[in-house]
């Protein structure tokens, strides 16, 4: 199992960012696929979560109404599009797969992890 992170970076407080995971390894439409982050001297935490056929999906209350879960299965990708984006959101973000076809909000549910990419948000 792969999943390959990208598209984190630096912006300012208000902007928008969209994360990819590319994933492959594994039948993409039999697990349930998210988002987790940590930051600095915290412990990871839940984002978003999207079921296998992507019909659900589920968010952490700090992040709900800015960011959006998806994904793709041309391409096996899982997309968080993250917008209004504020300091407290400065992470490492982690693209996971979970361990069933359904979301979940615990990383005890995550079977595979991949690699992480850094989001930093700057007043």
């Known amino acids: 199992v792969q999943l390959q992170a990208s598209g984190g970076g630096l912006v300012q407080t208000g902007g928008s960012l969209n994360l990819s995971c590319a994933a492959s390894?594994?039948?993409?439409?039999?697990?349930?696929m998210g988002w987790f982050r940590q930051a600095p001297g915290k412990e990871r935490e839940f984002v978003a979560g999207?079921?296998?056929?992507?019909?659900?999906?589920n968010y952490a209350d700090s992040v709900k109404g800015r960011f959006t879960i998806s994904r793709a299965y041309a391409g096996n990708t899982v997309y968080l599009q993250m917008n209004n984006l504020k300091s407290e959101d400065t992470a490492v973000y982690y693209c996971?797969?979970?361990?069933?076809?359904?979301?979940?909000?615990?990383?005890?549910?995550?079977?595979?992890w991949g690699q992480g990419t850094l989001v930093t948000v700057s007043s």
């Open positions: 996971a797969k979970f361990l069933r076809a359904f979301s979940a909000t615990s990383a005890a549910e995550v079977r595979s």
């Open positions: 999207i079921n296998w056929s992507g019909s659900l999906s």
């Open positions: 390894g594994f039948t993409f439409d039999d697990n349930a």
